[in-house]
């Protein structure tokens, strides 16, 4: 393998992780458990939707023209003829000119009506009610499809379910959909210096962190995870489930071993069950990554430093699940801030460097990638393109947060 | 039951809201499904870490006095005497005068070496390092304690864990956690017009879109739900429910019920077994919502519309469920973006208006609060204070993401 890395640009990187993505896997579910899944299938209105003229307030169901120029001191005299009935329909109920018919908030527009005066507009005499405002035609009244039309697409395939979306999908009658079956992600750790988070770690030795916080992430964001715990550097026991883990899974990442030693391992492995795609890329922290392909499905190969390994997970294995997933609209997860103190990039690489937010002031948390802090200390990070040489104090930026 | 509602404060509604709400109720749980979950105690490091001082880069330890002065053509000649296996210590390997030993990322720095040269700024002869570049004291190198000191508090009660503390976790060996239990919620959905999501919807009726809404929304914000059905303007049946719900619960949403009898008979109801401490609040939607309190357990009485639903949602029941969950700094979901469109408001209320954000443009999704689509179609909304009279197109604006 070779000594030092080949170095490519983060959206090429991205491109070739998302190229080799599988296509996503269709499965039926219940829609009660379907939040945060990604839709693999429209989802039209099967009705329209509310399905009749109804009420948004409490009122009078009337004609607008028997209102025209009512006001407080010229009330508008009307003969109420029954009331609206919540959740029934009733055939006779008509309002006629001079008539009014009292309705609750969503009860159905009753017949001959075109408006509906608030209650707090009326005043209710012996058997005459006194219309205080004019309304025009239509006011206060829902029409049938108003929300949603018979056939509308109203969620489409790609879109990931939000607890609104089970809403509309309880309005529709929707019970079951289709979404992306989860990716199921293998995690490998390598590094003979790791120790299960159990153990007490020897002189040399560390737990393992970064399997516990890559197995999180993932659940998260959606995915099943399989943990094959900690490889030592035996080429051949490292080959054998990696084997495994490529038959199980659908994307294997390999948690490094931030050493070259290893690197060039988990390289060697690859190479020689398939093929190494990219091995290194331009972006800080995150610059000795490896991916590649083993029998059609992506294998990860992510820096030691925990770091390096978290940024990798969010601009490079992310994108490729998304893929996975059939995502076509990533969540909004951004927020604007005023950085706190100047940020120094090199030229040439993307720097993400690690923030925290405190009322609207983005401070920047330097420190090696080594370290486990500035993840859990920061709020999200602030993206440096590769052209720039560094944002000043003051700048106002966006802080993608984690 | 009054007529007309008496409005208050959205301030002074949030604030009788997380006065009445049960305090946190801890429990141990396994760290691997803790994701996600309020932490009940303060986590310490369990030990310096990483523990050892390492290297940070894949090179040569060394004297940092030993490179002073060398460069490209004038390299320092190293013996090299040894090389660091990982994952151990060997307490033989010292770096003296004029000698170094070969260390791998995440090595344990030898006796004697202050400093590590990255491989790439050396060159190997037959028995001799070139070393090109000086390196100072501690380059290159990780402390015994850099990323956490023992004993330091790095995770403090009141945080909700996210993957990243995951890894920390792992890192100081923590194998379960005292988190706050799961708020037990339980939701009635009150309406004649309602039929359960499963029914075709007869003349008049309308499927129950907002029970799914909340379930969905508090199951991911971290909450156990229970869901009583579809409750009639039956004031026994009403009562029943109910009071199983409070025993059953931690906290009651009755989700109405628009029409002011619906929220007479839910004010009623709460009136009858406990007390009603607010019925109206200014805010646009969410006008009618009711916070009451039976056997101290909090039930809201949440408007029918499903705008107005899911904003009290948002705006007062996540207020409450934090202070059960003990939640310290409520987790960041805001981003910035510029009015496409101006928003009209009403002095003396907070008005909520949903926004689709495109390019950084948020567009005001203006709808009657009964539509569901205005929440579908958004990706947040925009938070008009009592005091404003509206926001002018071009503003620039904080969106608080669904």
Known sequence: MSRFLHVIALKDAVATATRIAPAPVPEKMPVGSATGRVLAEDIPADMDIPGFDRSVVDGYAVRSEDTTGSGDTTPAHLQCSGMVVMGSLDPNLTVTQGTCVYIPTGGVLPKGADAVVMLEHTE????????????????????????FSKGEIVLAAGRKLTPQDMGFLAAVGCTEVTVAKKPVVGIISTGNELVPATARPGPGQVRDANASMLAAYLAEYGCETWLYGIVRDEREAFET?????????????????????????????????????????AIA????????????????????????AF????????????RMLGLKKPVLRAT?????????????REEYARVRIDNGVATPLFGKAGLLNTLVKSDGFV????????????????????
């Open 285 to 308: 922290p995150g610059k000795p990554t490896i991916i590649g392909r083993i029998e059609g499905k992506p294998v990860i190969g992510l820096p030691g430093h925990p770091a390096a």
């Open 383 to 402: 993206r440096i393109p590769p052209g720039c040489e560094g944002l000043e104090k003051g700048t106002f930026v966006e802080v993608i947060l984690w």
């Open 336 to 348: 604007g801030a005023v950085l706190g103190e100047s940020i120094p990039s090199q030229k040439g």
């Open 124 to 147: 209710e005499t012996a058997d005459t009610v006194l219309v205080k405002r004019p309304v025009s035609y239509g006011e206060n009244v829902l029409l049938h499809d108003d929300d």
């Open 311 to 322: 940024v990798v997970l969010i601009a490079v294995v992310t994108p490729l699940l998304d």
């Open 241 to 281: 489930v990696t084997s495994r883990a490529v038959r199980e899974c659908d994307v294997v990442l390999i948690s490094g071993g931030s050493s070259k030693d290893d690197r060039d391992m988990t390289a060697g492995v690859i190479a020689g069950r398939g093929e190494v795609l990219v091995h290194g890329i």
